[in-house]
Nanobody, 126 residues
């Protein structure tokens, strides 16, 4: 059973915002990398933002980092993904993944994680 629980998805109009949460309070290790991924039907899974337990943050090349912001509340062990100016192209299942091996290469391209959440659906209407 995964120790990661996502929430905050839903339906929003184009131009709107959503904040996703990844509850990692049951994650068993002190060090971690958490990456938010998204996958639309028929598309490959895409990493959108990564954060480490020491607050190092990485975004993929391109424009996502200008609209998406990853952050964390260490007391709550919750990782957030703030998504602004959403477009229909952002419609996807969003999930978080966490791992200790990934701490040493904590970038959105890395898919080597110990745990994956079930995901939360984000739908952006035009």
């Amino acid at each position: 059973q995964t120790p990661l629980v996502e929430s905050g998805g839903g339906t929003v109009q184009s131009g709107g915002s959503l904040r996703l949460s990844c509850d990692a309070s049951k994650y068993p290790y002190q060090n971690y990398c958490v990456t938010w991924f998204r996958q639309a039907p028929g598309s490959r899974r895409e990493g959108v933002a990564s954060i480490r337990s020491d607050d190092k943050i990485e975004y993929p090349r391109g424009t996502l980092g200008r609209r998406f912001t990853i952050s964390q509340d260490k007391d709550k062990r919750t990782i957030y993904l703030q998504m602004d100016n959403l477009t229909p192209d952002d419609t996807a299942m969003y999930s978080c993944a966490a791992g200790v091996r990934a701490f040493y290469w904590c970038v959105p391209d890395n898919r080597d994680f110990d745990f994956w959440g079930q995901g939360t659906q984000v739908t952006v209407s035009s």
